[in-house]
């Protein structure tokens, strides 16, 4: 067969329009090409799905052991109660600092101690530490209850966490119901979802507490009963959920969002959210979370980064979207082709256009210009017969180095101002006479015609105008003035020669420069 040449895509186009056989290859190849992107784009969402499952279990156990290490700070809290008689403010303070909390486990609020105090130990207590020179110590919030508690210690002792200083947490149903479940288990109890007592201003967060009890002699007694008698308190840690889910999660999340719930997902238990999570999400997988004796329930959704680190396209749907892409690409190369020519037409048209225009404006007897409305009038536009009443270039004025207001004589501004202003007042054109002195020195009298352009709003954008020196006109119509006063004095027999001529050249200043 002899060789032939390739066919342009026009050329392609057109045989299948007319060619049935090759309407039926492509019907065979898109149906290949189909079953081989489903079979593959199943195989690789598996995978993906796999993946993302390993990813979201990575990031529970994470979370996870992180709590745990939480409990761990407090269990050794609790030991240093329980190896010793008291445990004073300073000994706390450097108990807390050489653990280092903030290098090791960034994140956490801090770490305290609350005490129980029954009603009739409440007097003496608020008197003990107001002897320690807290002299406006209280319990809060206020009212008769039995039993109280107090936080006495916690660490760091600033900023947020003064606020808490001397609050009964006992009083609040939430926190309280973690105290006892702690105080009779002997074990870590978390809290549900509160709102801290450190918290104010605009950046508040949901929180959470754990609690690990303190009993007399450091030893947890056998029976609840016998755990209730010798409750003597609670070392704890408060949490930020923000704060500390950002610590735990800010080098593992780049790729899945967490959603974090105290209990069923619902608005009202939503502890933490790393982001605002896609309901177009491909991948999501729900994980209990069971720290301190409550469970959270963890939501991992993919992100579109990790869909798109975990997407792959078989050899049939690359030939596809090829093919497709070179068809898409060469009818965009056509059209583009035609509307850059269809903008190339239009911007000839616009430059004819403006050229016709600029050609009308500079013909035009006197100064065409565009200007602000305000004095001193800075100039927009104005054409080049402003060079011969001021002696200055158009592009002086157009680039803010002079403005009208530079060569009009000062006595005339209010006379221009009050035009503007009242034409802008009644919508109306306005016509003005005044004086323009130019650079030389020379004072020349122009007349002004303009009309101020408005915005829907009814604010003034700018003005546009033409001036006409009408010097001559001035001096002549002066010159009449004068031979009229002397006609009144003298008798001069060529008076009426004179006035003639002095009228006839009025007359030929108004034909040449009215407006």
Sequence with gaps: MPPQDKPSPGRFHALLDRSAAAWLILAIGLVVTLGLWQHFGTHFAERARDRFSHRAEAAKNLLLSRMQAHEKILRGAAALFAASDHVSRAEWRAYIAALELDRSLPGIQGTGFTRMISADQLAAHVAGVRAEGFTDYAIHPPGERDPYSSILYLEPFIDRNLRAFGYDMYSEPVRREAMERARDSGLPALSGKVTLVQEFGPEVQAGFLIYLPIYANGVTPVTVDARREALLGFVYSPFRAHDIMDSIFSDSLSD???????????????????????????????????????????????????????????????????????????????????????????????????????????????????????????????????????????????????SFGDFIVPEDFTTIEDAIATALRERTSYEVEYRMRSRTGQTYWVSERGHIYVDSSGQPQWLDGVIIDVTERKKAEEAIRNLAFVDTLTNLPNRRFLLDRLRQGLAKSRRHGNH
């Design 256 to 402: 899945v969002d967490i959603e974090l719930f105290d209990g069923a997902p619902l608005a009202d238990t939503l502890l933490f959210a790393s982001a605002q999570r896609s309901a177009l999400a491909r991948f999501v997988v729900d994980h209990p979370v069971e720290i301190a004796g409550r469970t959270w329930l963890a939501r991992f959704s993919s992100t579109p980064a990790f869909e798109a680190d975990n997407d792959s396209a078989e050899p049939g749907l690359i030939l596809f979207g090829g093919t497709t892409m070179s068809l898409m690409l060469f009818v965009l190369l056509n059209i583009n082709a035609r509307h850059r020519r269809r903008m190339q037409t239009a911007a000839a048209r616009l430059a004819q256009s403006r050229d016709e225009f600029r050609t009308l404006v500079e013909n035009v007897p006197g100064v065409v210009f565009r200007c602000q409305v305000a004095a001193p009038w800075s100039v927009i536009h104005i054409s080049p017969n402003i060079r011969a009443l001021t002696g200055a270039a158009p592009e002086e004025f157009v680039s803010g180095h002079v």
